[in-house]
């Protein structure tokens, strides 16, 4: 018989509560998913733990609850109704189809599953803005969280596009460390102290010097390429958002741990009226900062669920604009991620499928 991945109608608690797995419980996101999972008081009667040999066993907070973090294996994922996967992509790939066959619903944060046929890239800030409604599915495929510098890009130029039709988008995108997880975070951090007691520079995530430095590109030897983020960004922005209009991209590496931080200039065909493109961004999701007072910064939104943007006038084009904006982009993944969940438990069916 076939399994909706819905609360079964014989577990306890079962109207009302769902049994949940976060696998890379030990990662930064991971952690970032059990923290928005609590703040939204997600129905869930269990959350487990889960995660590879090096966070066996470390005790990690799950609202009120302390518990620890377990091995993933197929026993795991038994009356399981949710699996988030926030571990490595090889991770997921080796384990997200032991967690379907299961019965368990999935939400991907690693992108590993993005290609897969049946997998949606979804943002469900933006399904709201574009007026998206929700659809019914016994089985759904995995949904993969839009990556938050798409979620950020499609929000902002859908909002100025209902103001005046945007002919034109290009933005720079600031990348944090972070998007590495803890071993890009300690990178910066050991290059910086480093570089200043002049010792030799540890370069096993990025093989290049992001301290004190900004990078279009990293070195040959580094684990990924910012033009494979830059290439994902693009995708998921024309899946989530697929008639807005396109941004030109630079991907840029900056010397930051944490936040996302975004130059996009808009183009219209008449002039830009600041005002209105301001009271236009305002809304869910979105916090509207005057220059006047404190800009946007990666600092600023740490912890924050929302964007903020400041609407700058281009000196050079009256029928252009600026926006310097900023967002945590750890935050925006988890909420995308746990509110692909709550949409996927609101849409189905409860109980077995007979």
């Known amino acids: 018989n076939a399994r909706s991945a ?132 016994l089985q759904p495929g995995p949904a993969v969280a839009a990556h938050p510098a798409a979620v950020v890009l499609a929000l ?40 200043l007691s002049f010792q030799q520079l540890p370069k096993g995530v990025f093989d290049a010097q992001v301290a004190f430095n900004m990078l279009s590109r990293y070195g040959e030897h580094a684990v990924s390429t910012l033009a494979t983020v830059e290439g994902r960004i693009v995708k998921h922005y024309r899946r989530i958002a697929p008639e807005a209009t396109l941004p030109s991209l630079l991907l840029v590496q900056a010397p930051i741990f944490h936040g996302h931080a975004f130059a996009v200039h808009l183009s219209f065909g008449q002039n830009a009226d600041l005002e209105a493109l301001s009271k236009g961004m305002a809304g869910d999701h979105v916090k509207v900062v005057q220059m006047a007072d404190d800009a946007p910064t990666n600092v600023a939104v740490a912890g924050q669920p929302d964007i903020q943007v400041s609407v700058l006038a281009d000196g050079n084009d009256p029928n252009s604009c600026w926006l310097w904006a900023a967002a945590d982009n750890f935050r925006i993944s988890a909420v995308t991620g746990v509110e692909c969940a709550e949409t996927m438990a609101a849409s189905r069916p409860r109980g077995k499928i007979q």
């Open 6 to 137: 819905a609360v079964r109608s014989d577990a306890p608690g079962s109207d009302n509560f769902y049994r949940v797995a976060i696998v890379g419980a030990g990662s930064l996101k991971g952690k970032e998913v059990a923290e928005v999972l609590s703040d939204r008081n997600f129905p869930s009667i269990d959350v487990k733990l889960l995660d590879d040999e090096e966070s066996l066993g470390q005790l990690e907070a799950v609202g009120d609850e302390v518990t620890f973090i377990q091995k993933v294996d197929a026993e795991q994922f038994q009356n399981i109704d949710f699996t988030f996967f926030t571990s490595s992509r090889e991770a997921t790939k080796r384990s997200w189809k032991i967690a379907r066959d299961a019965g368990s619903a999935i939400i991907d944060l690693s992108y590993a599953l993005e290609d897969e046929p049946d997998a949606q890239v979804r943002s469900p800030w933006v399904e709201r803005q574009l007026g998206q409604g929700l659809t019914m599915e």
């Open 156 to 195: 902002l130029i859908l909002r100025a596009h209902k103001v005046a039709p945007v002919r034109q988008a290009v933005a720079t995108i600031f990348e944090p460390v972070s998007e590495h997880g803890q071993k890009g975070m300690d990178e910066l951090h050991e290059q910086t102290v480093n570089l």
